[in-house]
């Protein structure tokens, strides 16, 4: 039985929730109206998801998150209106812990929350499973426990996450080439840790599929440029490809490669029936070696529930091409990427902190 608090000051809100909710026979609710009281029940009640709504009185989301992740740690599902405003909002709650996000339908809401079901609970469940890394917050966590003005925490470099690597060095490769890289659940703060550690004249564009709405991509592409060497843009039409640059995918649509005669584009496209999730990994992996030689490619996927990308991306590695996955222990749902290492497609399998060294030792 999965325990799940939901925190929401809309009376509405929370009858709408609890009844799809109750409708799953392996799920426990219990309910708060707001920041408060979602503290008081997180002691008691002891959730394994808490689903939280950012604008609230007395506690809004955030300063609620945030209590929760340095209190007690627990998967978050952030429940967002799909507004610019909302988006800016929903990354920040990603950052300090939220686990994923739910947008809520506009208009209506008793109207259109079938839109949200199916999405609400599968995101739930992931959550459930999801992995709280042991050492995020950690400063602020063990400062907490032993009183607000202890001495600050100083990490050792063995109290620090590792993970395993494959022993095998990389093959640095020469000339015009691609990285591609695919990510959902957990992936903003993934996409931040990678780019941020990535040089600004690192040699070869960086394409990524990040599972979003629309609504949400363009914050999160001026976030990532805004703390990045990198020029880190939205691909909202097509654009030619440069070193030095990340192109983010737009949300509710994919994004293709392509070869013009001026060179090799990035282009978005409208989404298709047969690519569950967009902007679609694996349709930019296949996209991308009918355009440049698999030889040249380097294909990261990282935390995420579901497949996306594991089947293309063990194609490119059996055409010459070279993967890396993240590995278990850093991502917060092992799906994607553990999909890509069961299917023998992983050349490394990576912890998190280790993806951006490795990519500049295998790109000249």
């Known amino acids: 039985m999965t325990k799940v608090l939901v925190v929401d000051d809309s009376a509405l809100m929370r009858k709408l929730l609890g009844r799809i909710f109750s409708k799953e026979a392996d799920f426990d609710v219990q309910f708060a109206r707001n920041g408060l009281e979602a503290l ?49 909002v929903t990354l920040q709650a990603l950052r300090l812990g939220a686990i994923d996000f739910v947008a809520k339908p506009e208009g209506a809401i008793s109207l259109h929350i079938d839109e949200l079901t199916d999405e609400l609970i599968t995101k739930v469940r992931a959550a459930s499973t999801a992995r709280m890394r042991s050492s995020a917050r950690l400063r602020e966590r063990v400062r907490h426990r032993i009183g607000r003005d202890a001495p600050a925490i100083r990490l050792e470099e063995g ?85 030095g640059c990340a192109y983010i995918g737009k949300g509710d649509a994919d994004l293709v490669i392509d070869r013009r005669p001026s060179g090799v584009v990035v282009a978005p496209v409208r989404s298709q029936a047969d690519y569950p999730w967009h902007p679609s990994t694996d349709r930019l992996v296949r996209s991308a070696m009918d355009h440049v030689s698999p030889g040249q490619i380097v294909g ?65």
Do not use: Y
């Not at 998967?75 to 988006?87: H, K, W």
């Open 159 to 243: 109290d620090r996450e590792t993970g395993r690597r494959d022993s095998r060095e990389p093959r640095r490769a020469v000339g015009e080439g691609l990285v591609v890289v695919g990510t959902s659940t957990g992936g903003p703060p993934a996409l931040e840790a990678l780019l941020t550690v990535l040089p600004g004249d690192f040699r070869w564009p960086i394409v990524v599929a990040q599972h979003m709405p629309a609504t949400f991509t363009g914050a999160l592409a001026r976030r990532l440029n805004g703390v990045s060497a990198l020029s880190v843009v939205e691909v909202v039409r097509t654009m030619q490809l440069e070193p």
């Open 300 to 364: 990261v996927l990282m935390t995420g529930m579901g497949s996306d990308g594991a089947e293309a991306m063990a194609q490119l590695r059996a055409r010459g091409g070279r993967t890396i996955a993240e590995a278990e222990e850093t991502a917060v749902v092992w799906g994607m990427p553990g999909e890509l290492v069961a299917a023998g497609g992983a050349d490394w399998v990576l912890p998190l902190p280790a993806i951006a060294g490795w990519l500049t030792k295998l790109v000249p």
């Open 40 to 88: 008081e029940l997180l002691a008691v009640f002891k959730p394994d998801v808490v689903t939280l709504d950012i604008h609230m009185p007395q506690m809004d989301g955030l300063a609620c998150l945030d209590r929760i992740m340095i209190e007690r740690p627990c998967p978050v599902v952030m429940v967002s209106s799909l507004t610019a405003e909302g988006a800016e």
